[in-house]
Every structure is written in structure tokens, then in C-alpha cells.
């Protein structure tokens, strides 16, 4: 355990190994004066500099990074950190203009066949909130439909090479549709992954957008030369922490943009967005606490009252920082952690109901059953589930 | 003869002192220093080649200007920077080599600073590309266990790496976070 339990701000860097403080101090786009000397105190103090590109890989911040390490410390860094650095802020970059040009052709397609297409998080959060298409990593793109156009959207990307991630038949298609939230395709090169989504989060995840009222928030903008729909601020912040809370925060880069969409709108209507979080209130608290505390975020004084009340949620920020920095990947400790980011009972049972209920491609893709046995699926998840992620706990119990 | 920069599919970015160009039709990267970048910049397709030769002087302290030019639109053209291929004449025709150009210059370390530098690197291939963007997976190379998956290594996290088992590939890796 790196941080102090009761840690709530910045003072409890001086748990954290060096690397990690070098990374937490370098995961923004803007930094202050004490923090640029900090940086440069960590690099004369000498690093592990294996472990700072592994850690700065694995949190997706590569680019920040030798951005700032460029910036601040060029002579206090080893030429082979820097050229490795380099090389890889130039190739993201790249990726990232790349994926920029697919992401307007699909959208342009889309758009010609009547499809809404609102295209969220990789290069567009990138520009939108980083304001610089190099700075931040993306593998994918995320493209939100309308739940109807869904199936057109599959066929337009087929008509273009793509392949979907699973192949199945219309009825276990129509199953998938109802009870999922995305639906995943690869180019013919197997360059880009792309990700048309109806909804933000799987439906175990219990509380779902009103995705009616947000459609209609929406609103074109013009974003890195082109024309796109884009969410209103307070509707992005409110995603970026749902999805922050469905990887259980375990990459710096979701919590860093948070802390930039925070700083590049100081003044969303934090009413509003509390009244539109109602349910997900928890997880738009936790993702704002943890940009506060591990990226010195603002934090308006509605959510620093709202953290008062809510220790439940300041427990949690509590615990993600703990594990932040460690080995990630422990199914049980994912399903403890949505659990407990619940507050009511009715919800936790919510949530354990559809997690076995909700029948995925892969549990389709395992046993393949015909129709008129399909019943039998419900018993099988369960048991996967239960081998994933109750066995082993259990055994270490035992 | 007026050379004219490549402008269709290239994305350029100023990072820090040097012109980065993004070639996203030939899948590289380029970095030019200073004075590569100078001259890039002026081929605009309305200055001659001379004119270049009078501005880079003017910008540079350098005596070889016009040899230093060639030298440049030759690791230009290489790099498929400019639209057309530059032919020199007259006494001009040789292109000289950095150690050629470092004696013409001098050895001092701000002449070499002043040596036109395009350093270019191959653009994410489709494994390069997931493994860049944070979770990245190789296939183990040894035989799969079981016949519905393929068995690959992939980080977790921390740098560190475990065996994982991916669906429905013959060549494993993880693209965005998925095996694909």
C-alpha cells in the first residue's frame, strides 16, 4: 500500500514511489510552477526509468509526458528515455490524425445515409478537451447512434470492410441489441477498432442515460476542421465518469480527462449536472474527487458539500488511489468495487440480477446451444461468472 | 525551377524546435531540424530555387547556402516531402553527403546544428498501434491449449505480462482493448 488511507490531497505524494509521483505530475496539460520544480527534484533525485515508460504506458500518458519531460527536464533525462518517447509521441500523433480521418469519413457516410453520429472520447475528446491531437493516447473510435440506426450502421461499416467483432445470428443479434450497449468492428487492416454505441455502460451497470433527452442536447460543432455532433460539457463529464467507474478508474488517462474538461470549462451549471447524474451521482462524484486529489482539479463547492455527505464515495476515491499504481486485473475486486459504488440495495440487487441475467457473445460463443435450449445460458453464465469472479477469492479464503 | 512542398494527406505539427510531419498515405513520420524545416516551409511554389538559396542565408549563418539547399530538397524528395522530383544543372548537379557538407560548413557545434536533419520513422502498424495505445498483446508463439482460443501475452499493467486467452483469432492482439 502506497497511499495513506485517509489521504485526501496532494500531500500524500510522499507515499508514492517517484515514478508514480512523476506521472501524476506530468498526467495533465497545464503545470504549475511548484509542480514543474517538483519535476525537477524527481529528476535529480535519479528514477527508475524503465518503470516510468511501463507506468506511463500502461496509464495511457506517453505523450504527456515527454511533452512535459521535453519541457522541464531535456537535460535531466537519459537521450535513449527521450528518443523512446519520442518515437512514441510522433506514432500516437500519427495514429491519432489517422484515426481523426477514418472517424470523419464514417461520420460523413453516416451522415449521408440520415444516421446520427455523435463521436465521443479518442480523437475528439482529444481535440475538444486536450486541444492538441498528439497529446492524448486512443486505440479506438466511439461513435454513439441511435439505438434504430444501429443495424444500418452495421451494415454502412461492413460496406467499407469492416468486420464486427462477433458473428451472430439475427436472433442472438436481436438478443445482443437489447441487452448490450455497443457493438464492435475492425477495418480490413486491422488498424482501427471501432465501436458504435447506443448507450454508455452494459445494462448491469443498472442506471442507464436517458439517451431520449440527450439526443436532443446535442449539437453541431466544428472540431478539428470538420463539422461534428458534440455533447454538451456537462453531458461529457457526466460519460467520462460512467466510464471511468466501469474500468473502475484503473487508468490515470480517464481520470486525467476529467481534470482537463474541468479545466477547459470552468463554468459548467453544476445543478444541472447534478440533477442529470440523479442515480449516477456516485459515479460523477467519485471521477470529480479523484481528478481533485490525484490531479488538483477544481472542485466547485456543490461537490465539495456532496462530499461530506457521501463518505461511501470518498472511501472509494480513497481505494482507487491505493490501487492505482498496482496490478490491475482482479474480476472480484471489480464487481466489489460497482457493488459498493451503489448506495441502495434495490440497486446492488439491480446490478447482480442483469450481471447474470445479461447474456454476452461470449457466453454465446462457448457453447453454442440451439434456440429451443437457449434457457440453459442463464445457468451457464452464472457458473463462468462465478469461476471468474468468486472461485478464486474463495479458494484464497479457504 | 520552383520546388512545391507536399501539402495532400501530411499533417505537420510544430513540436518544440522541430517540424513534425505526419505522412498519413505512406504510413511514416517525419522530424525535421531547423533548417530542413526552413527550407520545407519555402517551398512554396513561388520561390525559386536561388531565392530559397538568398533566404536561407539571410536566416542562417552559412557561406554554402546553395549547396546546403540541394543537400536539403535531396532528403526532401526523399522523404516524398515535395510534389516533384528536383533536377539540378550546371555545376550544382552533385549532392553532397552530411561528412561533405560538415567540411564545406565547418565543424563547429552550431554548424552542425545547422545540417539539414529529416528523420523519419514508420507510422503504428496494426500490433504496433494497440500496443502504443497502452494494452498491448503478442502472440506467445506457442502452441494454443485449448482449440477456441489463442493463447497471448499481453501487459496488464505496470509493465508487467500475463498469459491471456483470446477468441476467435488466428493471429492474436488486442486492437482498442479487445482481442480481436
Keep these: 500500500m502506497r497511499l495513506k488511507n485517509n489521504a485526501k490531497s496532494m500531500t500524500s505524494h510522499h507515499t508514492l514511489q517517484p515514478e508514480e509521483e512523476l506521472l501524476l505530475c506530468c498526467a495533465r496539460t497545464q503545470i504549475s510552477a511548484a509542480t ?322 445479461n447474456i454476452s457473445p461470449i457466453d454465446l460463443e462457448i457453447l453454442p446451444l440451439p434456440p429451443s435450449l437457449a434457457f440453459f445460458y442463464y445457468p451457464l453464465r452464472s457458473i463462468r461468472l462465478l469461476s471468474r469472479y468468486g472461485l478464486n477469492p474463495l479458494k484464497r479464503m479457504l | 525551377m520552383k520546388p512545391l512542398a507536399r501539402s495532400n494527406n501530411i499533417v505537420v505539427e510544430e513540436v518544440f524546435d522541430e517540424l513534425v510531419i505526419y505522412d498519413l498515405e505512406r504510413d511514416r513520420v517525419h522530424s525535421l531540424n531547423p533548417t530542413a524545416a526552413f527550407v520545407w516551409q519555402h517551398c512554396d511554389g513561388k520561390h525559386t530555387v536561388d531565392q530559397i538559396a538568398i533566404l536561407l542565408q539571410q536566416e542562417f549563418p552559412v557561406s554554402q547556402a546553395v549547396e546546403l539547399l540541394w543537400a536539403t530538397l535531396d532528403r526532401l524528395e526523399k522523404a516524398h516531402l515535395l510534389q516533384e522530383k528536383l533536377s539540378q544543372s550546371g555545376e550544382n548537379q552533385k549532392v553532397y553527403t552530411r561528412r561533405e557538407l560538415l567540411k564545406m560548413v565547418g565543424q563547429g557545434a552550431g554548424m552542425i546544428a545547422l545540417l539539414p536533419v529529416v528523420k523519419s520513422i514508420n507510422a503504428p502498424g496494426p500490433t504496433q498501434a494497440a500496443s502504443l495505445t497502452g494494452e498491448g498483446c503478442t502472440g506467445c508463439g506457442g502452441p494454443a491449449r485449448h482449440k477456441r482460443y489463442e493463447i497471448c501475452c499481453c501487459e496488464t499493467g505496470n509493465g508487467r505480462r500475463r498469459k491471456i486467452k483470446c477468441r476467435r483469432v488466428s493471429t492474436c492482439h488486442f486492437l482498442g482493448g479487445r482481442c480481436v
Design chain 1, 36 to 357: 514543474v520544480e517538483r519535476v525537477r527534484a524527481l529528476l535529480l533525485a535519479g528514477l527508475d526509468w524503465g518503470q516510468v515508460i511501463a507506468l506511463a504506458r500502461h496509464h495511457r500518458i506517453q505523450p504527456l509526458l515527454y511533452w512535459h519531460l521535453r519541457r522541464i527536464g531535456l537535460e535531466l533525462v537519459p537521450q535513449s528515455t527521450l528518443t523512446e518517447l519520442q518515437e512514441s509521441y510522433f506514432s500516437n500523433a500519427w495514429l491519432n490524425h489517422f484515426l481523426n480521418k477514418e472517424l470523419n469519413k464514417i461520420v460523413c457516410l453516416f451522415g449521408a445515409h440520415n444516421i446520427l453520429a455523435a463521436p465521443y472520447k479518442g480523437p475528439n475528446l482529444t481535440a475538444l478537451v486536450y486541444g492538441n491531437l498528439s497529446l492524448r493516447q486512443s486505440g479506438d473510435l466511439d461513435i454513439l447512434v441511435r439505438e434504430q440506426d444501429v443495424l444500418k450502421a452495421k451494415e454502412l461499416l461492413i460496406s467499407q470492410g469492416y468486420r464486427p467483432q462477433f458473428q451472430l445470428s439475427e436472433i442472438e443479434e436481436a438478443a445482443y441489441l437489447q441487452t448490450q450497449y455497443e457493438y464492435n468492428f475492425i477495418s480490413p487492416d486491422s488498424r482501427v477498432a471501432v465501436e458504435i454505441h447506443w448507450g454508455f455502460a452494459p445494462r448491469y451497470f443498472a442506471h442507464r442515460f436517458d439517451m431520449q433527452q440527450l439526443w436532443g442536447r446535442i449539437k453541431t460543432t466544428r472540431l478539428a476542421g470538420s463539422k461534428v455532433l458534440n455533447f454538451q460539457p456537462e453531458d461529457l463529464l457526466l460519460i467520462l465518469c460512467i466510464h471511468g467507474a466501469k474500468h473502475c478508474w484503473s487508468r490515470l488517462i480517464w481520470i486525467c480527462d476529467v481534470a482537463e474538461l474541468l479545466r477547459v470549462y470552468p463554468d459548467l451549471d453544476w445543478q444541472q449536472i447534478l440533477k442529470k447524474a440523479g442515480p449516477l451521482s456516485g459515479e460523477l462524484l467519485l471521477g470529480l474527487l479523484l481528478a481533485h486529489d490525484l490531479l488538483d482539479a477544481p472542485l466547485p463547492k456543490e461537490i465539495e458539500a456532496r462530499r461530506q455527505t457521501e463518505p461511501r464515495v470518498d472511501a472509494l476515491a480513497v481505494r482507487v488511489r491505493q490501487y492505482l499504481f498496482q496490478e490491475a486485473d482482479a474480476p472480484f475486486e471489480r464487481f466489489k468495487f460497482h457493488l459498493e459504488l451503489r448506495s441502495r440495495l434495490f440497486d446492488r440487487v439491480r446490478y447482480c440480477f442483469y450481471l447474470v441475467t
